[in-house]
């Protein structure tokens, strides 16, 4: 009969793998309670992407270690490696991001991007024509997010974020929102059409890797230590004796052999003392 093991350890493992699934299966659902959210004015605004994969995860780990030692980086370049090694730990990672807040102001003169009201602070920072901004220049960008944003738009990226979290909490799968993680799949391609991306990290294992996070993490971890204890275990074993040279059971009797003649000679020793 058909039957599907799931299992945390060895990593990559087929059963591991199965484990993996089903956290990219609740990502979908992610998805969908995303964009369910709650909205401003009911226009839809949001894009998301779910990547999964080692190789697709350690691309976005490696492109924030990248990112913590930039200049701009100075205050949060231990946050950046950090939550790199968090993603390398996770099963999935979930963007999202809103494709509106930086080309189409909501225009409600409401001021909360902190520019006086009627979105004069944004479209006077934006290259425009027949009143749009025009999406492809990017020129004027000298930040690592291209602002200032539509903050309406990214307040409704808070709803849709706090949904996809909500989803993951029913279901019973650890998951945490990370501007860092947004920031490197940003620069990856993912979410291309949105300036500002959120990256939500999810995983199902015995120990949540998104809390209880020591100090650098990014060099004191489990995939360190295992890396540790495998080199300590090879190195030493090629410096002793192959089992076909000497059996096991011959050389426990010489080992006792040896054991029992410093014995003796000790004893010998202590008479002539």
């Known amino acids: 009969m058909p039957s599907i093991h799931s299992k945390e350890f060895p990593w990559q493992s087929d059963s591991d793998k199965n484990r993996r699934d089903h956290v990219v299966e609740m990502g979908k659902l992610m998805m969908n309670a995303a964009h369910t959210a709650p909205i401003t ?4 605004h949001l894009e998301t992407e779910l990547i999964w ?21 100075k205050r949060t370049d231990e946050m ?15 963007t999202l991001g809103s494709f509106r807040a930086r080309n189409m102001p909501f225009d409600a003169n409401c001021g909360m991007c902190g520019g006086p ?12 024509g ?15 997010i291209d602002g200032p944003l539509c903050q309406m738009y990214v307040h409704n990226l808070g709803y849709g974020v706090g949904s996809a979290l909500w989803m993951a909490k029913t279901l019973l799968v650890d998951a945490r929102p990370f501007m860092t993680v947004g ?22 294992t015995a120990k949540n890797p998104y809390v209880d996070v020591p100090y650098n993490y ?12 495998h080199q300590a275990f090879i190195i030493p074993r090629q410096f002793g004796v192959d089992y076909r040279l000497i059996p096991q059971k011959k050389a426990a009797k010489q080992a006792v052999a040896a054991e029992a003649a410093a014995t003796i000679g000790g004893k010998k020793g202590d008479k002539k003392g």
């Open 53 to 73: 994969g080692e190789k697709e995860l350690n691309e976005i780990a490696d492109k924030m270690d990248e990112l913590s030692y930039l200049p701009e980086s």
């Open 117 to 128: 009201p009627g979105c004069t602070f944004v479209y006077s920072r934006r290259r425009t």
């Open 130 to 144: 027949g009143g749009q901004i025009d999406p492809s220049d990017r020129s004027l960008c000298t930040t690592s």
């Open 218 to 229: 990014h060099l004191v971890n489990m995939r360190k230590i295992v890396e540790s204890v």
């Open 80 to 94: 950046f490696r950090t939550e790199g090694q968090m993603i390398r730990e996770s099963d999935c990672v979930l």
């Open 41 to 44: 004015g009911g226009v839809d």
């Open 183 to 204: 920031l490197a799949a940003s620069k990856l391609g993912y979410c291309k059409n949105s300036a500002f991306v959120v990256g939500v990290a999810a995983t199902a």
